[in-house]
C-alpha cells in the first residue's frame, strides 16, 4: 500500500512539475511576442491551459482522471468558441459539466 501511494506522489509532483515548467515557457513566450497576434490569441487563450493542463496530466500520471476532467472542461470551453453556443445553451452547460464530473469521479471510486 505505501509503495503505491509513494508511486502515486512522485506522479503528481512530475505532473505538476511539468504543468509548472510548460505554463512558465507559455507566459515567457507570450511575453516576448514571438508570434503574431492571431497565433497569441489562440495559443494563450485562458481557456486553453485547461486543454495544456490536462493532457500533460493525461501523459504524466497513471491515474488519469484529473487529466481527463482538465481535458474534458478545456474541450467544452474550447466548443463554446468554435460553434458559437447561444446563451440558453450555455447557462446549462456548467451545471450539465458539474454533475457528469461528479458522476465520472464516484464511478471511479465505485471501480476501486
Known amino acids: 500500500m505505501a509503495k503505491s501511494r509513494s508511486s502515486s506522489k512522485s506522479g503528481d509532483l512530475l505532473a505538476w512539475g511539468v504543468t509548472s515548467i510548460f505554463l512558465g515557457i507559455m507566459l515567457?513566450?507570450?511575453?516576448?511576442?514571438?508570434?503574431?497576434?492571431?497565433?497569441?490569441?489562440?495559443?494563450?487563450?485562458?481557456?486553453?491551459?485547461?486543454?495544456?493542463g490536462g493532457i500533460i496530466f493525461v501523459l504524466c500520471k497513471q491515474n488519469r482522471t484529473i487529466g481527463s476532467?482538465?481535458?474534458?472542461?478545456?474541450?467544452?470551453?474550447?466548443l463554446q468558441d468554435y460553434f458559437q453556443w447561444?446563451?440558453?445553451?450555455?447557462?446549462?452547460?456548467?451545471?450539465?459539466?458539474?454533475?457528469?464530473?461528479?458522476?465520472?469521479?464516484?464511478?471511479?471510486?465505485?471501480?476501486?
Open 28 to 52: 515567457l513566450i507570450s511575453k516576448l511576442h514571438l508570434f503574431s497576434d492571431e497565433v497569441n490569441l489562440l495559443l494563450f487563450d485562458w481557456k486553453n491551459y485547461f486543454l495544456y
Open 69 to 78: 476532467i482538465l481535458f474534458g472542461i478545456g474541450f467544452i470551453l474550447r
Open 86 to 112: 447561444q446563451q440558453a445553451y450555455a447557462e446549462y452547460m456548467w451545471p450539465l459539466l458539474f454533475t457528469v464530473v461528479g458522476i465520472v469521479m464516484i464511478l471511479f471510486y465505485l471501480r476501486k
